[in-house]
């Protein structure tokens, strides 16, 4: 029969996580120590709170949508049908995966940042 290894936990029970919000990163990407807004209005106004994650998925299906349509249109802008459909294609490719790469690395900045938040309230409590 196995036996399972159980970590020893400390004192006092386990860690207690803070829970995740529904943020980009899991972090509601708001600053801590000290500088807590009222809420709402207060916390957009001084920049505590974050509205780019939200709009990156927007901005990646309006970015789609366009690279589309220039793809689309550029199958007329050349002399032969397949050298159009060509370009259409690689505007297509090239275009997605270039605007994907960018907004994920967007995404990367804002889930560091989500997770230094964590780390400082974690280091804070002990």
Do not use: K
């Amino acid at each position: 029969m196995a036996q399972h290894y159980q970590q020893p936990q400390p004192p006092g029970g386990p860690p207690q996580n803070p829970p995740a919000s529904a943020g980009v990163g899991g972090s509601s990407f708001r600053p801590s120590g000290g500088e807590q807004g009222r809420g709402g209005f207060m916390d957009f106004v001084m920049f505590r709170t974050m509205i780019t994650p939200g709009l990156i998925t927007v901005i990646w299906v309006i970015g789609f949508v366009v690279i589309t349509i220039v793809s689309i249109l550029s199958i007329d802008s050349s002399d032969s049908i397949g050298v159009g459909i060509l370009a259409a294609l690689a505007v297509w490719v090239i275009g997605n995966v270039y605007l994907r790469v960018v907004l994920e690395l967007m995404i990367v900045l804002f889930r560091i940042y989500g997770r230094l938040g964590d780390v400082e309230r974690n280091t804070r409590s002990r």
